[in-house]
């Protein structure tokens, strides 16, 4: 920038409120069209025969870039050479124009092969699809839609059926976690698990299926010739393009929403077809009169014990230990009448069922859900990943494991329990014939041996490619992995086979450190101690200022209470105006740098890594490049800033200031 530019910096206010409270109303004022659409629909009978329109106006642009900016991949390239780093209402604007002329094409998608955890490369490789940044933006918006559509009809489904049945995935308020926590609330009588896996799910999809499903709440002929476009808009595979026939794209925004939809008909069938019925024909419960004859005897000659001298008691505490440990074998009702269960869940293109029944009937059950798949989705189950599994001998679901202890585990001690104020010693069974959900060790271990953590036999290795970084940015990426690990696994039954995943990271950690220091491990303990504290000093405007970063073991994140059950989620309206208002916000402002409200847009600092060294303050680099700041500028200031073209001052000072000021 030029000299006359910086004076003005200098004298011109970062943000006036007048223009705060302008884009405040500016966005309530664009709002309401897509409040509306929320609110309309959550009548599940509702049809929709105009819906266009939403696309053809700029905020709801805005809004799907508001959601997708802070995510990772939002700065992928597509197939066509784009400006990624910057979007404002220039481009929203432009993006509304071609619905509104009815002319928006939509480009083929970018594949990319990877290879697949745990499987040979190149032999085994799923595809991933990339498309470019504006129809990203698109079918974040119609995947609003959508879902403003779609959502309250899943909603009341698993209302109506108290959870026996649902889907977990991709849907707001839903996790991986509530998907196996359901299982231990419902399926605590079940003894089989059906694990099923469509294959080549998203690839198999019916799209004349899929298109008919839509139009039950859809009317809108040009909204669902969009959808049907994007389907059919192809792919570019190593330079070639490929017709795209069936299925959804990888990697498409829309993609998950879509299968949620077509699945829905998998949830309604297992459950009006295979679960209400057992639980319709459930037997009246009749008590085991074996197991109810040892209780009577065991009440019995406890009410004895406590009459008979001390000196005689003996017998007559070994009598009852013999009674207790038959009936301990025998089942409390008759099986016969046992009361059966069954808890479908799934989570995209994975799902158990926990069922109360013989071998025999899971697979006369499977074989149904198979047959129900091929006729009606026109999709496949998977013969390798579709196993039937007793529940004692613990399945893998979603990372998690999820086990029913036998009577075998069982084992008796005695405890203390505090009656009436007086200590009492009496026998308790440790382990319970409950469902219990633990983390998934073997693939815990299997993820660090795929990345390089620790060798096959799950001894530490340092990994090579963190030892080019300096030492508090090393112990700060292996404390973040161990924190989404804890995190993930926090609300599980059991988490002590964390221990010996903090154990890897740790040494894999100090293998790293002593790697780039060329001295050994203990030397490396020695000199930053077991936790691998260390202490770094950054600079800030010329006032130095100390950060220390330490390993965080598992053992020190329970004593913290770091471990703790909460889940927090956002909120179910994909519209909600709060749901990143700052980055709203911005987008209606003015530059925030030399003051013009001309084609103000957000500016991403991922661009500053071609600034000079020198003009920039170290960490706030770091942070720049892990956290892709965002700051509103016009489009002259954004080429100025990513050419390297500014004063002395750097472009985080505005942001700072810019946020102060919010």
């Known amino acids: 920038m030029t000299q006359n530019n910086s004076s003005r910096n200098e004298t011109l206010p970062i943000t006036k409120p007048s223009d705060l409270e302008s884009a405040t109303k500016t966005l309530k004022k664009r709002f309401f069209h897509l409040e509306e659409h929320t609110r309309r629909n959550k009548d ?22 508001a959601k997708m900016s802070k995510n990772k991949g939002a700065l992928s390239k597509g197939v066509e050479k784009e400006e990624t780093t910057f979007f404002g209402r220039c481009n929203a604007n432009q993006i509304a124009k071609k619905f509104k002329d009815d002319n928006y094409q939509w480009r083929p ?38 879902e403003a559509i779609f959502e309250p009809e899943f909603e009341e489904f698993e209302k109506s059926t108290n959870y026996f049945s649902t889907n977990y995935g991709f849907r707001p308020k839903k996790s991986t976690w509530d998907a196996v926590q359901i299982l231990k609330y419902r399926a605590q009588r079940c003894n089989i698990c059906i694990e099923g896996d469509i294959k080549s799910a998203y690839n198999t999809i019916n799209q004349t299926l899929l298109l008919e499903k839509l139009q039950t709440r859809i009317k809108d002929k040009k909204f669902i010739k969009l959808i049907k476009n994007l389907l059919k808009s192809g792919i570019m595979d190593e330079n070639e393009f490929v017709h795209s026939l069936t299925g959804t794209p990888q990697g498409s925004r829309v993609s998950p929403l879509l299968f949620n939809i077509y699945m829905f008909k998998l949830e309604k069938h297992i459950y009006y077809n295979i679960i209400k019925p057992i639980y319709e024909n459930a037997p009246k419960i009749q008590q085991n009169p074996a197991y109810k004859s040892l209780v009577f005897q065991t009440t019995k000659l406890s009410k004895q014990y406590k009459t008979t001298p001390k000196e005689k008691r003996e017998p007559i505490l070994k009598e009852i230990k013999r009674l207790r440990s038959k009936r301990q074998k025998l089942s409390t009702n008759i099986i016969a009448t046992t009361p059966k269960a069954a808890v479908f869940s799934r989570y995209a293109d994975d799902w158990v069922l926990l069922m109360t029944c013989t071998y025999k009937e899971a697979n006369e059950y499977k074989r149904k859900i198979s ?17 039937i599994t007793p529940l004692i001998e613990g399945i893998s679901f979603l990372g998690f494991t999820i086990i029913k202890w036998s ?14 104020g007086q200590f009492q010693r009496s026998l308790k069974i440790t382990t319970s014939n409950k469902i219990n959900i633990l983390p998934d060790k073997k693939r815990l271990l299997r993820n660090l041996t795929l990345r390089y953590y620790c060798q096959p036999n799950f001894n530490p290795i340092g990994k090579r490619g963190f030892a080019v970084l300096d030492e508090y940015e090393i112990v700060l990426k292996y404390r973040q992995i161990m924190l989404g690990i804890l995190e993930y696994y926090k609300n599980c039954d059991n988490t002590r086979v964390l221990n010996q995943v903090s154990y ?71 519209f909600y ?21 001309e084609k103000v847009g957000m500016h991403d600092m991922n661009s500053l890594r071609q600034i000079d060294q020198n003009k920039r303050d170290k960490f706030e680099y770091i942070r720049s490049k892990l956290k892709r700041i965002q700051i509103p500028v016009c489009h002259k200031c954004h080429i100025d800033i990513t050419n390297g073209r500014y004063d002395q001052q750097n472009p985080i000072r505005f942001y700072n200031q810019y946020i102060a000021a919010l």
């Not at 499987?119 to 129809?135: A, L, N, S």
């Not at 009577?407 to 009436?420: E, H, M, Y």
């Not at 105006?577 to 409200?597: A, V």
């Open 504 to 574: 890897i990271l740790q040494y894999s950690c100090a293998k790293t450190l002593a790697t780039r220091k060329k001295i050994t491990i203990s030397k490396i303990f020695k000199k930053y101690g077991t936790d691998l504290n260390i202490r770094r000093t950054f600079y800030l405007k010329n006032n130095p200022t100390t950060k220390q970063i330490s390993f965080l073991t598992y053992v020190q994140a329970k004593r913290l209470g770091r471990i703790t059950k909460e889940t927090k989620y956002e909120t179910r309206d994909p």
């Open 371 to 387: 047959e129900y798949i091929q006729i009606h989705l026109n999709m496949n189950l998977d013969n390798e990943k579709t196993l």
């Open 577 to 597: 105006i709060q749901t990143f208002w700052r980055t709203k916000l911005k987008i209606y402002t003015t530059c925030c740098i030399c003051g013009s409200d």
């Open 407 to 420: 009577k075998k585990q069982f084992k008796n001690r005695f405890v203390l329990q505090n009656r009436n």
């Open 109 to 146: 998608v970018r594949r990319t092969w990877i290879p697949k955890p745990g499987k040979p490369f190149p032999k085994i490789r799923r595809p991933i699809d990339t498309p470019t940044q504006e129809d990203r933006i698109v079918q974040e918006a119609i995947r609003g839609i959508l």
């Open 44 to 65: 599940t009978s509702h049809i929709n025969y105009k819906i266009y329109y939403l696309l053809c106006n700029p905020y709801t642009f805005v809004n799907a870039y």
